[in-house]
């Protein structure tokens, strides 16, 4: 999730990494206490293959890897996940300060999976997936 290789409307590229009924925590660190700007990831949906959007993402950063402050939460994906066909969405937070942006060592980024496909699929209640490809933070 973080070679640089963006994933392909293709999810059998290589470059997408696959969660059955499992949410996304990751931790990343920086090394150094750094100006953040802007972090995001790529998310991947196909219905017809029970790959479905996260129901809420969430951006946090800390100083010290132990207290993590929210960036933002980002819950627009219900609203995509009837959408069929393959598409990829990039969830992001952009943080802003009065020195334009926000200092951190540490990111996290959780992602929650919806779990089961939904009632209206064919598939109702089968292990959705979740597929993520790229966390980029500028």
């Not at 937070?93 to 540490?106: D, P, Q, V």
């Amino acid at each position: 999730m973080l070679d640089g290789r963006l994933g392909s409307i293709n999810f059998r590229d290589g470059n997408w990494q696959g969660f059955s009924k499992k949410n996304l925590s990751v931790v990343i660190d920086l090394d150094s206490v750094q100006k953040i700007n802007e972090i995001s990831a790529n998310f991947y949906q196909y219905t017809n293959s029970w790959i479905f959007l996260p129901k809420k993402v969430r951006f946090l950063t800390s100083l010290d890897g132990e207290k993590f402050e929210e960036l933002g939460e980002n819950d627009t994906f219900k609203k995509l996940q009837r959408e069929r066909g393959k598409f990829i969405f990039s969830a992001s937070s952009i943080t802003t300060s009065t020195f334009g942006g926000s200092k951190a060592r540490y990111i996290k980024i959780e992602a929650e999976n919806i779990g089961v496909v939904p009632d209206w699929h064919e598939a109702a209640g089968s292990p959705a997936w979740m597929f993520i490809d790229e966390i980029i933070i500028k």
